[in-house]
């Protein structure tokens, strides 16, 4: 059992849906970021969420962190084929520095 | 360019033969990782370092070695490797807080 839990693991939507990923633990994270991987490549950083209740937007994707601190999710409006890759959400616990990855996301975005 | 480096890239090697992977940074960052991607698994944390000689263990760390004797370079190090081990490996580091984490391009690693 991985400490972030990430659904669903795959998602295939036509360009113009909307989609929500998930990320879920039991543990507090004193920060969480979500990063985009492309084939062939390592991770790439989209945000960092640090307060509880925090909800920060970039372009069309939308980011929000809980209340609790515990769990998070990406939102995607108006999905692109562009948006297509795989999606992992990245916490540091309250009391470490260790920066541990969900199991990701798979979104197929089709024209 | 994310000011760290992975080598080999690639690299095939032999059940129980010793491999070890390099990472190397140029930005002085006191936070580095491993981790191991597989299909399904997303990235696993193997072994972090918080600073020179100061290392600890991640949620995979059987069978996984480290060293850092200086800021810039972190290795890894199989001691005996087995075909579990096959997988790709990413290095990244990290400054001090909520920082961006930057990745490594990866190793991809077979072991036969």
């Known amino acids: 059992t991985q400490l972030l839990e990430q659904s669903p693991q795959f998602l295939s939507i036509q360009e113009g849906e909307n989609l929500t990923v998930y990320c879920n633990s039991s543990?507090?994270?004193?920060?969480l970021q979500w990063y985009r991987q492309e084939p062939g490549e390592g991770p790439v950083l989209l945000v960092t969420?640090?307060?509880?209740?925090e909800v920060k937007k970039l372009k069309r994707l939308t980011f929000q962190f809980g209340d609790a601190r515990k769990d998070s999710s990406l939102h995607i409006t108006a999905a692109q084929p562009g948006d297509t890759g795989l999606y992992l959400c990245?916490?540091?616990?309250?009391?470490?520095?260790?920066?541990?990855f969900g199991g990701g996301t798979r979104v197929l975005v089709k024209p | 360019d994310a000011g760290i480096t992975q080598s080999p890239r690639h690299k095939v090697t032999e059940t129980g033969t010793p491999v070890t992977l390099r990472c190397h940074q140029t930005?002085?960052?006191?936070?580095m990782y491993w981790y191991r991607q597989d299909p399904g698994h997303g990235l696993r944390l193997i072994h972090y370092?918080?600073?020179?000689?100061?290392?600890d263990k991640g949620e995979v760390s059987d069978g996984y070695s480290v060293s850092r004797s200086k800021t810039e370079d972190f290795l890894l190090t199989l001691e005996s490797a087995t075909s579990s081990q096959t997988s790709v490996y990413f290095c990244?580091?990290?400054?001090?807080?909520?920082?961006?984490?930057?990745f490594g391009q990866g190793t991809r690693l077979t072991v036969v």
């Open positions: 990245a916490g540091t616990e309250a009391a470490g520095n260790k920066l541990t």
């Open positions: 543990s507090v994270f004193s920060s």
């Open positions: 969420v640090v307060t509880g209740g």
């Open positions: 930005e002085n960052h006191r936070y």
């Open positions: 370092s918080y600073g020179v000689k100061d290392t």
């Open positions: 990244a580091h990290r400054g001090v807080g909520a920082g961006e984490a930057f």
